[in-house]
């Protein structure tokens, strides 16, 4: 069975910084797209990174230069860096997989497996 479970979450002051963990098991090795998402209260669910086997990546404008989504392949763990973090961050944050086409995209609609996920709380 397929899994995939967030951490990291938690509460914390503008600035500030957070790691999110994402553990997969039960996925096979074959070549997933691997994508970070959050969704705010009221808000539709936004698409933030992905990454694929080989490690190439992409970002959404809106969090490039504080956001960081990276992989240890050896541990199935999935990880999103944030840093200098607004009180706008606040949210839900999910991870999620894909058996990749060659392209991996930042639309929840491509992605057939979630994690429960972790919730990012930032004051002011």
């Known amino acids: 069975q397929k899994q995939l479970v967030e951490s990291g979450g938690g509460s914390v002051e503008a600035g500030g910084s957070l790691r999110l963990s994402c553990v997969r098991s039960?996925?096979?090795?074959?070549?997933?797209?691997m994508a970070w998402f959050r969704q705010g209260t009221g808000y539709f669910r936004e698409g933030l990174a992905t990454?694929?086997?080989?490690?190439?990546?992409t970002i959404a404008a809106n969090v490039k230069g504080r956001f960081t989504i990276s992989q240890d392949n050896a541990k199935n763990t999935l990880y999103l860096q944030m840093n200098d973090l607004k009180p706008e961050d606040t949210a839900m944050y999910y991870c999620?997989?894909?058996?990749?086409?060659?392209?991996?995209?930042?639309?929840?609609?491509?992605?057939?497996?979630w994690g429960q996920g972790t919730q990012v709380t930032v004051s002011s």
């Open positions: 039960g996925f096979s090795d074959r070549n997933y797209c």
């Open positions: 990454i694929d086997t080989s490690g190439a990546s």
């Open positions: 999620a997989a894909v058996l990749s086409d060659g392209h991996c995209y930042r639309t929840q609609g491509e992605y057939r497996h």
